[in-house]
């Protein structure tokens, strides 16, 4: 058994693990925001045993260039303010649906096409579900 003391020291670091998600969302959702993403959603997947991240964020470009500009901004907004960079990023060659894997926020930016067709939030329709629209 573990002595009481241990177990505070876990609590601390789910907390700061907490508040550093917490401080790359919301960088993440200005990031989209700043670059004029739209429909812009997160799904909170604390909940859900099967999920591998707390957060999904996903959110659409009108075409190729602001795709990739929504992503390049995320990942240097995270950078600069958070002093994180992601675990894994994948799709810049397609163009067509970005994901950058921050852990435990994932990010999704897609064109309208691809969102509609792979219908991530009707996957994980047991998540709560938050519009960050203007």
Known sequence: M???SALKNRKKSTVLQLTRSSKIFKTIIQAIQDKKGTN???L???KIPESTSDFFIICEANNTTQLKAIADYIEF???T???EMPYKSEG???AQWLLIDY?????HVMHP???HFYQIEDMWSDADTKLHDL
């Open 40 to 42: 812009i959603i997160s």
């Open 2 to 4: 573990e002595p009481l």
């Open 81 to 83: 303010k958070c002093g």
């Open 92 to 94: 810049k060659n397609a």
């Open 113 to 115: 096409e691809a969102r």
């Open 77 to 79: 907004e995270v950078k």
């Open 103 to 107: 852990i435990n926020v994932v990010v």
């Open 44 to 46: 909170d997947l604390k």
